[in-house]
T-cell receptor
Framework: DSGVTQTPKHLITATGQRVTLRCSPR?????VYWYQQSLDQGLQFLIQ???????AKGNILERFSAQQFPDLHSELNLSSLELGDSALYFC????????????FGPGTRLTVT | DQQVKQNSPSLSVQEGRISILNCDYT??????FLWYKKYPAEGPTFLIS?????DKNEDGRFTVFLNKSAKHLSLHIVPSQPGDSAVYFC?????????????FGQGTRLTINP
């Protein structure tokens, strides 16, 4: 158990809808990272927050947004969903935010039908 | 642009033998390299890492080798055990577009046969 929690575990929704994925980092960790893993692909970095502020952006679509709240939990919002957004979404955290060892949650599997 | 590549999608090894997983990268600005292991229905877990100033790091049965001139790293597991069956991701850390980021390979599925 990494100490990172993600909810929900599974999500099934229709095209055009909007969903919110939630992540709670390990106790004491200030940095949160979001990744997308599509079928047979590696983990694609989406976005990083450090202590409530956006620190780095990856290949995140404009339909996607995220935020980190004062209690350090983070939410990833996906809107106008398309079939191609079906994937595993992982959240990771660490203390120093320097992108070295990151501790991953179990992921949320999103299925868009 | 795939900056980190794991060219073998799968690898099958006999229990007790050595498993060698390979990874190539293209960006010479990467300064830290990591291996993660992933079981089904779980998130990746950190396994071992190496700084770009070293060429070898060992932790028990796991050893990572870095060849900077070839932009290649490898993970050796010896002896291989059934519990090592998982997907292994190689990752590289470096400053990309002004921010420190972790770039992952596509993963190699390792199967240890009894």
């Amino acid at each position: 158990d990494s100490g990172v929690t993600q909810t929900p575990k599974h999500l099934i929704t229709a095209t055009g809808q909007r969903v919110t994925l939630r992540c709670s980092p390990r106790s004491g960790d200030l940095s949160v990272y979001w990744y997308q893993q599509s079928l047979d692909q590696g983990l694609q970095f989406l976005i990083q927050y450090y202590n409530g502020e956006e620190r780095a952006k990856g290949n995140i679509l404009e339909r996607f947004s995220a935020q980190q709240f004062p209690d350090l939990h983070s939410e990833l919002n996906l809107s106008s969903l398309e079939l191609g957004d079906s994937a595993l979404y992982f959240c990771a955290s660490n203390r120093q935010g320097a992108s070295y060892e990151q501790y991953f949650g179990p992921g949320t599997r999103l299925t868009v039908t | 642009d795939q900056q980190v590549k794991q060219n073998s999608p799968s690898l099958s090894v006999q229990e007790g033998r050595i498993s060698i997983l390979n990874c190539d990268y293209t960006n010479s600005m990467f300064d830290y390299f990591l291996w993660y292991k992933k079981y089904p229905a779980e998130g990746p877990t950190f396994l071992i890492s190496i700084s770009s100033i070293k060429d070898k790091n060992e932790d028990g049965r796991f050893t990572v080798f870095l060849n900077k001139s070839a932009k290649h790293l490898s993970l050796h597991i010896v002896p291989s055990q059934p519990g090592d069956s998982a997907v292994y991701f190689c990752a590289a850390s470096g400053k990309i577009q002004g921010a420190q980021k972790l770039v992952f390979g596509q993963g190699t599925r390792l199967t240890i046969n009894p």
